[in-house]
């Protein structure tokens, strides 16, 4: 028994010892994993709250638009960005405030919110800000930026759409030579896509659109 007692005493110094050495530490580090638990349980709680409410405001802004409620439509745009603007509500107000504004005949707040959503936006959403944007900007006769907006990568399901827009700013600009390759190169990217068995332009669309763009080369002299 007394040899037992020794053994364990000899235990509870070890433990002991080894507590002296690093307990200290481990409590930091437990405190440390705790606060990184409660850290992330409240940026969820954060989150699921901004979206929450930014899917309240953002509903109201789709009731506005139907209702063609200009004022009702800019304030809860307005909302979104200001208030919610991490928020995929956001993006999405912003595209739908910039079709309605076009509709209303405010280019200049339709422009704005188009920026503001292809800076903020990602992938096909972003393509389609950028693409609207340019379009906005072409009306403008703002050439530099419309075609800065078309610059860099872009989805496979938009390629095509980008180079048959940056083909009508490069026609606007009496740059005719460019403008046929950029619509050629619009035909040839439709073709990858039909090929891919993806993108926007499918079916009755894919016709029309190569109609369309065929014209254009044969304004332009053939393509010269």
Same mark, same amino acid.
């Given at each position: 028994?007394?040899?037992?007692d020794?053994?364990?005493q000899?235990q509870l110094?070890?433990?002991?010892?080894?507590?002296? $050495?690093?307990?200290n530490?481990?409590? +930091?580090?437990?405190?440390?994993?705790? %606060? &990184?638990?409660?850290?992330? =349980?409240?940026w969820?709680?954060?989150?699921r709250?901004q979206a929450?409410?930014?899917?309240?405001?953002?509903? &109201?802004?789709q +009731?506005?638009? =139907?209702?063609?409620?200009?004022?009702r439509v800019?304030a /809860?745009?307005?909302?979104?960005?200001?208030?919610f603007?991490?928020?995929?509500? /956001?993006?999405?107000g912003?595209?739908?405030?910039?079709?309605?504004?076009?509709?209303?005949?405010? *280019? $200049?707040t339709?422009?704005?919110?188009?920026l503001?959503?292809a800076?903020?936006a @990602?992938?096909?959403? @972003?393509?389609?800000?950028?693409?609207?944007?340019?379009?906005?900007? %072409?009306?403008e $006769?703002?050439y530099?930026?419309?075609?800065? =907006?078309?610059?860099?990568?872009?989805? /496979? &399901?938009f /390629?095509?759409?980008?180079?048959?827009?940056?083909?009508d700013?490069l026609?606007?600009?009496?740059?005719?030579?460019?403008?046929? *390759?950029?619509? @050629?190169?619009a035909?040839?990217?439709l073709?990858?896509?039909? =090929?891919?068995?993806?993108?926007?332009?499918?079916?009755?669309? +894919?016709?029309?659109a @190569?109609?369309?763009?065929?014209?254009?080369?044969? &304004?332009?002299?053939?393509g %010269?």
């Amino acid at each position: 028994m007394a040899a037992y007692d020794l053994e364990e005493q000899e235990q509870l110094a070890e433990i002991k010892a080894w507590w002296k $050495q690093y307990g200290n530490r481990l409590v +930091n580090v437990a405190c440390i994993v705790a %606060l &990184a638990v409660l850290a992330w =349980q409240g940026w969820n709680w954060y989150q699921r709250n901004q979206a929450g409410q930014a899917s309240v405001i953002y509903s &109201a802004l789709q +009731n506005a638009v =139907q209702e063609k409620d200009t004022p009702r439509v800019k304030a /809860a745009s307005g909302e979104l960005l200001e208030k919610f603007g991490g928020t995929p509500y /956001a993006v999405l107000g912003a595209l739908t405030s910039a079709k309605a504004m076009i509709e209303a005949g405010d *280019a $200049q707040t339709a422009k704005a919110q188009l920026l503001w959503a292809a800076s903020h936006a @990602r992938d096909e959403l @972003r393509d389609l800000a950028r693409l609207r944007a340019a379009v906005v900007l %072409l009306d403008e $006769q703002d050439y530099d930026q419309a075609l800065a =907006q078309l610059d860099g990568s872009s989805g /496979a &399901a938009f /390629a095509a759409r980008f180079q048959d827009t940056r083909g009508d700013i490069l026609a606007a600009q009496g740059k005719k030579t460019e403008a046929a *390759a950029a619509y @050629r190169t619009a035909l040839s990217k439709l073709g990858e896509l039909e =090929q891919s068995g993806g993108g926007e332009w499918q079916g009755e669309a +894919n016709v029309i659109a @190569r109609e369309l763009i065929g014209q254009k080369i044969d &304004a332009l002299g053939g393509g %010269l």
